[in-house]
């Protein structure tokens, strides 16, 4: 109404008497339509879609177009793709997240002509055009390795060329640094670093240990049998870099065993929360000072049993914090969200949020400092929920801290994802290149780190990280410079100087190590 007031415009939601009075009264469906804009939700899309079929429509626009990624074989693509659209039009903040067959699928939605070519190509010439889903679809899987084995000597730059072809003309990009340059204050972004605590190191090679069948069966290529679940052993290595609390289930023992390692001038079970996790560790160090400097925090974790520890931490501290997550109702989120953006005196300085479920939708303007407790595989996860506080509105500069266990999962997950955004750089940016998440990936990570700390003790090993007061104050200097590390970087569409902003997104911050004992005489 206020950018366009003199047309008229009918929102399609509410319980189903109230869609069915307006259907009638707008001719939706039956007849001559009353109206030049319909706006719904996918809920309600799905609802009233034998209504939506019998309109014929000028143009089709989807708001978060990501959802289509998953191609023909979803049942939202294939409810929106039925109706009878002149033009279809995809908004998205993130055109490519994984790898090359969602881009396929989403320029699928938008030119079903081009789909049919795509087969055309498999059936009939070469499969290098085409996404390896839809290929193995139409070919048997051994004549299509032989195809692709047949098209390998063909140049990357062919390839390359073949996608900015099909993407000409489909795609209109503007980022934060084309329209928001002005009206964002900076943002900082610093990979943390961190030591496991002595029981996560116990754990970590417990679950290794656990699995040693799997993981040989893997190295030996798995010549029959069914092959191992490295994903569900990469899960619980995450959980033992999150926090020991969440692997109780399976090693009771050492959870119950952190209470005799916490700080005994600490209460026993701060202190045994504080000894299992070497993040939660550091975290607390961390809050402590922003607490009392004025600043307020976001924290996202991947694992909502994590947020239940934060949460426990939190009590324990006595800090005043909000929680989101895939639970809680769409009323209780909204006041939720109201209460920590108040100007109230006694508002927390603290909210606890799902990475996914805080992800979109949600305006938290009023924190200036964001913590990713656990990265996500995928990178624009992260990068959406960062964004709560970096967004319009923002007055103060963001600080955004990624934290890390060394030597673990975690450090290859952080290399899996700056892969995929670097993907998109090329890809979207700049042109194509074709990637994914395979096994050998899952193996490289489950193996990153194990020697190291097979080898060690139990104990601390020599040259590990070491957080202390003065290190802690110059992670949170506001005022160190950052010269080039806003995700808004010059240097033109896909230049040098959008991917070097890329990289400072993934800059570790300096940190002191421990020195190694002197050597024995």
């Known amino acids: 109404g206020a950018w366009c007031p003199w047309l008229s415009v009918v929102v399609l939601a509410g319980a189903a008497a109230a869609r069915e009075e307006l259907k009638a009264r707008e001719g939706l469906g039956s007849g001559g339509p009353r109206f030049h804009v319909l706006v719904t939700s996918y809920e309600h899309c799905s609802t009233e879609r034998a209504a939506l079929r019998r309109q014929p429509w000028s143009s089709l626009i989807v708001d978060e ?13 294939q409810e929106l793709a039925q109706l009878d659209a002149e033009h279809r039009v995809l908004l998205t903040g993130t055109p490519l997240q994984n790898n090359l067959d969602e881009l396929h699928h989403l320029l699928d939605f938008l030119d079903p002509a081009m789909l049919a070519a795509t087969v055309a190509a498999v059936t009939h010439k070469k499969v ?21 084995r047949a098209d390998d000597d063909e140049s990357a730059d062919a390839r390359l060329a073949r996608l900015a072809a099909a993407l ?9 640094a084309d329209v928001l340059r002005a009206a964002l204050p900076g943002k900082r972004e610093l990979v943390v670093r961190v030591e496991l605590s002595a029981p996560q190191k116990a754990l970590y090679r417990a679950v290794l240990t656990k699995n040693y069948d799997a993981l040989a069966a893997e190295d030996r290529g798995r010549s029959g049998g069914a092959p191992p679940n490295l994903q569900n052993v990469v899960v619980q ?15 009771p023992d050492v959870c119950d065993g952190l209470a005799a390692r916490g700080d005994p001038a600490l209460p026993p079970r701060l202190g045994a929360l504080l000894a299992g996790g070497g993040k939660l560790a550091l975290l607390d160090a961390m809050l402590l000072k922003l607490r009392a400097r004025g600043h307020r925090v976001l924290v996202f974790s991947q694992m909502t049993k994590m947020l239940d520890v934060l949460g426990e931490y939190c009590a324990l501290r006595r800090f005043a914090y909000e929680r989101l997550d895939g639970d809680t109702a769409a009323r209780d989120r909204a006041r939720r969200i109201d209460r920590f953006n108040a100007a109230a005196a006694d508002r927390a300085f603290l909210f606890l949020l799902s990475t996914r479920a805080g992800g979109l939708g949600v305006n ?26 970096h967004r319009l509105g923002q007055t103060d500069r963001v600080l955004v801290y990624r934290l890390v266990c060394r030597a673990t999962v975690e450090e290859r997950i952080l290399e899996v994802a700056k892969r995929k955004l670097l993907l998109e750089h090329v890809v979207v940016e700049r042109g194509g290149a074709r990637g994914g998440q395979s096994r050998d990936d899952l193996n490289d990570v489950l193996r990153y780190g194990a020697e190291e700390l097979f080898s060690a003790g139990d104990g601390d090993a020599p040259g590990g990280i070491a957080w202390d007061a003065a290190a ?37 911050a300096e940190i002191a190590f421990e020195p190694e004992p002197p050597a024995p005489a």
């Not at 913590?371 to 964004?387: E, F, G, R, T």
């Open 364 to 389: 938290l303007a009023t924190a200036n400092t964001v913590v990713i407790y656990d990265a996500d595989w995928n990178p624009h996860n992260d990068l959406q929920a960062l964004a709560r506080a």
């Open 128 to 148: 290098a055009d085409a996404p390896p889903g839809l290929a193995s679809v139409v070919l048997g899987a051994r004549e299509l390795e032989q195809r692709r």
């Open 472 to 508: 802690v104050d110059a992670l949170l200097d506001r005022a160190a410079d950052d010269s080039g590390g806003d995700d808004d970087g010059g240097g033109g569409r896909g230049g040098p100087g959008k991917l070097a902003a890329l990289m400072d997104s993934f800059k570790v």
């Open 168 to 176: 000409r003309g489909r795609m209109l990009r503007r980022t934060k």
């Open 65 to 77: 177009g990501h959802r289509l990624k998953g191609g023909a074989a979803g049942r939202l693509f």
């Open 237 to 251: 290595l995450r959980k033992v870099c999150d926090h020991c609390e969440l692997m109780y289930d399976h090693f």
